[in-house]
């Protein structure tokens, strides 16, 4: 995760409070989607931006998993992520994701 968005996650946690934010990822590798599921959870990793020795807890889903799927109109999906669902890895996305939720969040939806 770049310096810009660790800035801008970390700015609407603390303006709308941890508890308040979830954070959508829709990395297309399973271990680029775990790194910034742990920045924004736990705190980066490499310790270069913003959320370096920051652990904001927060939710962090990626939008392959069902808590965030069945948010979305089916005809808007098959749109905009049915290709990408045939051609990734959805469950391997979604366990790196919920792996370090489950791991590092404070907080679900």
């Known amino acids: 995760m770049d310096l ?63 808590e965030i799927k069945e948010e979305v109109d089916p005809a808007v999906w098959e749109e905009q992520m049915g290709m990408m669902e045939m051609v990734l890895d959805p469950e391997a996305l979604s366990q790196a994701v919920a792996k370090m939720r489950e791991q590092c969040s404070k907080y679900t939806l």
């Open 4 to 66: 810009q968005n660790q800035q801008r996650v970390k700015d609407a946690a603390e303006k709308f409070g941890a508890e308040n934010v979830v954070v959508i990822l829709g990395s297309s590798d399973a271990e680029g989607a775990e790194i910034y599921a742990e920045t924004v959870a736990n705190g980066d990793p490499t310790y270069a931006g913003p959320l370096a020795g920051v652990p904001l807890g927060l939710a962090v889903y990626h939008m392959f998993e069902p």
